[in-house]
């Protein structure tokens, strides 16, 4: 990907998620990004291209956030990692992480099926430790999880290390 076109997600990016996707304009993007419109269509046909593009991107971070916890054998672990991955979320990406919220609601593109393997890790994991519920357990922790992100991304006053830790002494971690 070239410079100019990292320029073009990057202002999207920053955009749609503090604006709305409908709000922004393709011409507000590419004055954004200090470029010319006709420029983000060469590339990526129109807006849609555009936010397809920032969501492959996403795509990929997402794999890469839930990948760890998947691959975790140990059961408590599973649990352990998918409670303190807000944790793990670094400042610079808190603009994708906003427009995934915004999306919801705006567009309403939901993450279920991204979630679904680290919802199903859960499950297996809470079954192994013998839960009553494992997947009631397993939505529960993870409705948890987005709702504590979202905060995050809020700028809330909520003491999330304390959260977490809450959650690591309720699950016995």
Sequence with gaps: MTEKQEKILQAALELFAKEG??????????KFAGVSEGLIFRHFCNKEGLLQAILNSGERRLKSLFAEIIMETDPKEVIRKTITMTDHIDESE????KLQFKLKWE?????????QPLKMAL??????????????????LLLFTEGLGAAVLKGSSIN???MIQFLLKKYKL
């Design 107 to 115: 567009l309403e593109i939901s993450g279920d099926k991204k979630m």
């Design 21 to 30: 996707f409908h709000a922004t304009s393709t011409n507000k993007v590419a």
């Design 160 to 162: 999330t290390e304390e």
């Design 123 to 140: 499950a297996n994991a809470f079954s192994s430790l013998n839960y009553e519920s494992p997947e009631l357990e397993a939505e529960l």
């Design 94 to 97: 808190y603009d994708f992480w």
